[in-house]
């Protein structure tokens, strides 16, 4: 019960009913219900009268959902066998306990939390409802201090010499929200040792939180002390020059990393998979989501420690690896969902009804629910109008299709959260009802309104009424929308022959889907024919040439060499793409394509490169083993041409890769001098151990910054390197024999590629992604799809493992006969167009062509397959020739009048 959060996940999944009843505050149709409304914190309560488990022993479903694990059963749930083809272990992890690290005192310190209880204080659900206070008094604190590397990093007390890869960017998330919660006079600072920015966009969020006041000390925390009744915290720490520091803080946030879950060890055992030193699942790098027994793979921190793009890039990866295993019996157990007949509207006048969620405290515990509900009875078109405690849980859902067809209803607004994660949820429950699912309208009256005013009852409940007043009145205009599918051409195209482009068409045509695959040089292979090693020591050049040989005689995959495109037109599933080679132009017609197109070392003019034969970069060194086992001193500098003004990313793979040519020159001459310069080493997750490694052979790590970077010149005997020590606080002067850089990777020139087939690119050149987290190997246009070095710099295990989601992916289109695409598309009137083709040159999708009309000229024609609905030929149109189905102008118009 102490572990309960009040999140109501149990709620929304319990099947056990019983009738509506209002009871002390209760409302509840389920075996177990979150008490509403009433002080935090809340907790779960369970009828035993309808719950399945305490009758009969079933069930359970509440304590499997439970996130927190606040649920538990005493007798020993039911056993279930399943007879499957392959299973995918996604056991997640568990955040490191603090309460072993007694110098801070968490659990005995009001004021020192945990990231993940920090997180609670930022969330509306929370306990505090989003209102950041301290434990000890409950006033908003001023000075926060975030520890990193707690429970990571650390081979003295909790033995954890990994790096949890996740908490410096999350640190620096809750700092800058923190500062947004508590307005300018809030001082975050960051407590860190190398502050780890590796990821997609991570280094520009990090520049923008120090632009915005968040302080970054380089330091580890020595002890915390509580100095005064109210709480306040003193930090002892040393700065990195020896100045002992005391320092005041009103609240703590222990950044804690992540151990593999207690559950691993039971489960591994029954699975008879092997599990590496650290208890998450072994896997190795050319293989990155396969454990050690066929058919059973992993995906995320069950497998070592990543964020979430990384984790669900894994998940379909792995889906991939299993789709191969059961290509076979694909759709030989898939039942189709049957809908209803939709009811026919037209000419119907409005019976709209309104349902207003309390979602447990989020909404009902600051705005009037109730009195939302009786205004809502008042709008015209309104026939009926209820509350519900969580509208999104299936009792409501099921209750929800009675209403409409009880009531005659044909057009339906839920006042809830956000449609961007449950519109489609309500969509279905329209069609479940015999509705189209367009004839849905939502207000979100959550993050729109009760989040937003969440210290103001009466203005968020104002507010609450006059979304759900705008979109009664939108809905009054809504019509039915109908669905739009498009048959597909089961092949693929893939973009680039490096190791991400073939193993992205080898998964594909090991499922059974053709792919034709474009390289634009003479031989397959891209970065990774310059690689030897991974970094656990793996053989890449083997791995590559078997790699090569497989796509090379598979009969299900085309390769064309020296080839380039210059042309592509189409919607998914039924691409055509234009293609020169040899001499010849070939139309190849696809239903899905793979953009891999690679990257590269970028040159630089810095620290001497191409003036000294003595200056490499890169894997330069690799491959001349006697050269590195003669010299006597080696100096290797970290971002060189990255993390500045002209390309401010990280790389993220330079520091592995530097540290690991540094153990090799180690392990060649021990008695060398080996140097490594750096910013910041950013050897993620079980990559420490390279760090650690490096260290205890000897190799030297001096720190340098942007503003006071090393020198190289030539000297008489060879090659002198000036650099300033923090630590010593002097300039150093190193003999260096060798000097080897690690510079910015770099993509290919894509700007033609991008082009043709309409793509994005952020600034540094990199092709854009969907969505950060949801949809990392998606493009925003349908069929789409991108892995490798195209989507941002990472080691070749990540490659591998994106080019097998990026297939997963396109194996969903390719293996349907047909796809639904959104039917919300521009609808373009003919008659008042006049073919000036501005809607054309503006689409980002290229979705609108001219095409002749006879008598008429050239006319707008809308291809309805690609088009995303944005709206944007729409409001640039002058003839007002363009109209969006389902945003038509009088249902925007109808909404923003009754907000006036």
């Given at each position: 019960m102490d572990k309960c959060i009040a999140c109501g996940a149990c709620t929304k999944k319990c099947p056990g009913k019983k009738p509506d009843e209002y009871n002390e505050g209760i409302i509840s149709r389920k075996a177990i219900y979150v008490?509403?409304?009433?002080?935090?914190?809340?907790?779960?309560?369970?009828?035993?009268?309808?719950?399945?488990y305490l009758q009969k022993g079933k069930c359970g479903t509440c304590k499997k959902v439970c996130p927190t694990g606040a649920i538990n059963y005493d007798d020993k749930e039911e056993q279930v066998t399943l007879k499957v083809g392959s299973v995918i272990v996604t056991a997640g992890f568990k955040a490191f306990n603090p309460a072993k690290l007694d110098q801070y005192q968490h659990g005995t310190l009001p004021n020192v939390v945990t990231s993940l209880e920090f997180e609670r204080y930022l969330s509306a659900g929370g306990?505090?409802?989003?209102?950041?206070?301290?434990?000890?008094?409950g006033k908003e604190p001023r000075k926060i201090a975030w520890l990193q590397c707690v429970g990571s990093r650390d081979i003295n007390k909790c033995d954890n010499e990994y790096c949890s890869s996740v908490c410096c960017m999350y640190a620096i998330k809750e700092a800058v929200i923190a500062r947004e919660h508590l307005g300018k006079d809030c001082r975050p600072a960051i407590f860190f040792m190398d502050l780890r920015?590796?990821?997609?966009?991570?280094?520009?969020?990090?520049?923008?939180?120090?632009?915005?006041?968040?302080?970054?000390?380089?330091?580890r925390v020595h002890s915390i002390t509580e100095i005064d009744q109210s709480g306040t915290l003193d930090l002892r720490y040393v700065t990195e020059s020896g100045d002992i520091m005391n320092e005041t803080f009103d609240m703590v946030v222990l950044s804690i990393g992540m151990e593999a879950p207690d559950s691993i060890m039971d489960l591994a055992g029954t699975l008879g998979i092997e599990l590496n030193q650290y208890h998450f699942v072994k896997t190795d790098d050319l293989s990155p989501v396969a454990t050690s027994k066929p058919g059973i793979y992993v995906a995320g921190v069950a497998q070592g420690c990543k964020d979430i793009p990384q984790s669900v890039m894994e998940a379909s990866a792995a889906a991939c690896s299993a789709g191969i295993s059961l290509a076979r019996a694909?759709?030989?157990?898939?039942?189709?969902?049957?809908?209803?007949?939709?009811?026919?509207?037209?000419?119907?006048?409005?019976?709209?009804?309104?349902?207003?969620?309390?979602?447990?405290?989020?909404?009902?515990?600051?705005?009037?629910?109730?009195?939302?509900?009786?205004?809502?009875?008042?709008?015209?078109?309104?026939?009926?109008?209820?509350?519900?405690?969580?509208s999104c849980s299936q009792d409501t859902q099921d209750k929800m299709v009675e209403v409409i067809r009880e009531q005659n209803l044909n057009r339906v607004v839920v006042a809830a959260c956000t449609p961007r994660t449950h519109e489609p949820l309500f969509q279905e429950t329209l069609r479940n009802a015999n509705l189209n699912p367009y004839l849905f309208e939502m207000a979100n009256i959550r993050n729109q309104c009760t989040w937003v005013h969440s210290d103001n009852k009466e203005i968020a409940t104002?507010?609450?009424?006059?979304?759900?007043?705008?979109?009664?009145?939108?809905?009054?205009?809504?019509?039915?929308?109908?669905?739009?599918?498009?048959?597909?051409?089961?092949?693929?195209?893939?973009?680039?022959?490096?190791?991400?482009?073939?193993?992205?068409?080898?998964?594909?045509?090991?499922?059974?889907?053709?792919?034709?695959?474009?390289?634009?040089?003479?031989?397959?292979?891209?970065?990774?024919?310059?690689?030897?090693?991974?970094?656990?020591?793996?053989?890449?050049?083997?791995?590559?040439?078997?790699?090569?040989?497989?796509?090379?005689?598979?009969?299900?995959?085309?390769?064309?060499?020296?080839?380039?495109?210059?042309?592509?037109?189409?919607?998914?599933?039924?691409?055509?793409?234009?293609?020169?080679?040899?001499?010849?132009?070939?139309?190849?017609?696809?239903?899905?394509?793979?953009?891999?197109?690679?990257?590269q070392a970028s040159e630089t003019d810095e620290y001497l490169l191409g003036k000294n034969p003595n200056v490499t970069r890169w894997h330069d060194l690799e491959h001349n083993p006697d050269k590195l086992k003669k010299a006597e001193s080696v100096v290797f500098i970290q971002c060189v041409g990255s993390r500045d003004e002209k390309r401010p990313y990280c790389s993220r793979i330079c520091c592995t890769a530097s540290i690991k040519q540094a153990i090799l020159a180690k392990d060649l001459n021990p008695g060398a001098d080996v140097y490594v310069l750096y910013r910041d080493i950013r050897t993620f997750g079980?990559?420490?151990?390279?760090?650690?490694?490096?260290?205890?052979?000897?190799?030297?790590?001096?720190?340098?910054?942007?503003?006071?970077?090393?020198?190289?010149?030539?000297?008489?005997?060879?090659?002198?390197?000036?650099?300033?020590?923090?630590?010593?606080?002097?300039?150093?002067?190193?003999?260096?024999?060798?000097?080897?850089?690690?510079?910015?990777?770099?993509?290919?020139?894509?700007?033609?590629?991008?082009?043709?087939?309409?793509?994005?690119?952020?600034?540094?050149?990199?092709?854009?992604?969907?969505?950060?987290?949801?949809?990392?190997?998606?493009?925003?246009?349908?069929?789409?799809?991108?892995?490798?070095?195209?989507?941002?710099?990472?080691?070749?295990?990540?490659?591998?493992?994106?080019?097998?989601?990026?297939?997963?992916?396109?194996?969903?289109?390719?293996?349907k006969p047909s796809i639904q695409v959104s039917p919300l598309v521009s609808q373009i009137n003919a008659e008042k167009c006049i073919g000036c083709g501005l809607c054309v040159s503006i689409c980002p999708f290229g979705a609108i062509e001219l095409e002749e009309i006879e008598g008429k000229g050239k006319r707008a024609k809308n291809i309805s397959a690609s088009c995303k609905?944005?709206?944007?030929?729409?409001?640039?149109?002058?003839?007002?020739?363009?109209d969006m189905l389902h945003f038509r102008d009088e249902q925007i118009v109808a909404a923003v009048i009754a907000a006036a």
């Open positions: 008490p509403y409304p009433q002080a935090v914190p809340l907790k779960y309560a369970i009828d035993p009268e309808i719950c399945l306990p505090t409802a989003g209102h950041i206070k301290r434990p000890s008094d920015s590796h990821g997609k966009e991570f280094e520009k969020y990090y520049n923008r939180a120090k632009a915005d006041g968040v302080r970054f000390i380089r330091s694909r759709g030989s157990l898939v039942r189709e969902k049957i809908f209803p007949p939709e009811k026919q509207i037209t000419g119907q006048e409005p019976r709209i009804g309104v349902f207003v969620c309390n979602c447990g405290v989020n909404i009902g515990g600051i705005a009037d629910v109730p009195a939302v509900v009786e205004y809502a009875k008042t709008l015209p078109g309104v026939t009926y109008a209820e509350e519900n405690l969580f104002r507010k609450a009424k006059n979304l759900v007043s705008m979109s009664v009145s939108r809905a009054r205009l809504l019509e039915a929308v109908p669905a739009l599918s498009v048959n597909v051409d089961k092949s693929a195209l893939v973009v680039g022959g490096g190791v991400a482009g073939m193993t992205a068409a080898l998964s594909l045509a090991n499922q059974g889907f053709p792919a034709t695959i474009v390289e634009k040089t003479e031989e397959l292979g891209g970065a990774a024919r310059d690689i030897h090693k991974t970094w656990q020591g793996q053989d890449v050049q083997k791995f590559l040439k078997d790699l090569i040989s497989k796509v090379e005689n598979h009969p299900d995959i085309n390769v064309m060499i020296n080839a380039e495109i210059t042309g592509a037109s189409g919607f998914v599933g039924n691409f055509e793409t234009m293609i020169a080679a040899g001499g010849n132009t070939s139309i190849v017609r696809h239903g899905a394509t793979i953009i891999a197109t690679g990257g079980d990559r420490e151990v390279l760090y650690k490694e490096a260290r205890n052979k000897g190799v030297i790590f001096i720190r340098y910054s942007l503003e006071n970077k090393p020198v190289v010149q030539e000297v008489e005997g060879g090659l002198e390197v000036l650099v300033f020590d923090p630590v010593l606080q002097k300039k150093l002067a190193i003999q260096a024999d060798l000097v080897n850089l690690a510079t910015a990777i770099v993509p290919h020139d894509n700007e033609k590629l991008a082009s043709l087939y309409k793509l994005s690119m952020n600034e540094d050149k990199f092709f854009m992604e969907a969505h950060a987290k949801l949809r990392p190997v998606d493009f925003a246009t349908d069929g789409l799809f991108l892995c490798g070095l195209a989507h941002y710099p990472k080691p070749i295990e990540e490659n591998i493992a994106q080019a097998m989601a990026a297939a997963s992916r396109a194996a969903t289109i390719l293996s609905g944005c709206g944007l030929c729409a409001s640039s149109c002058p003839q007002k020739a363009i």
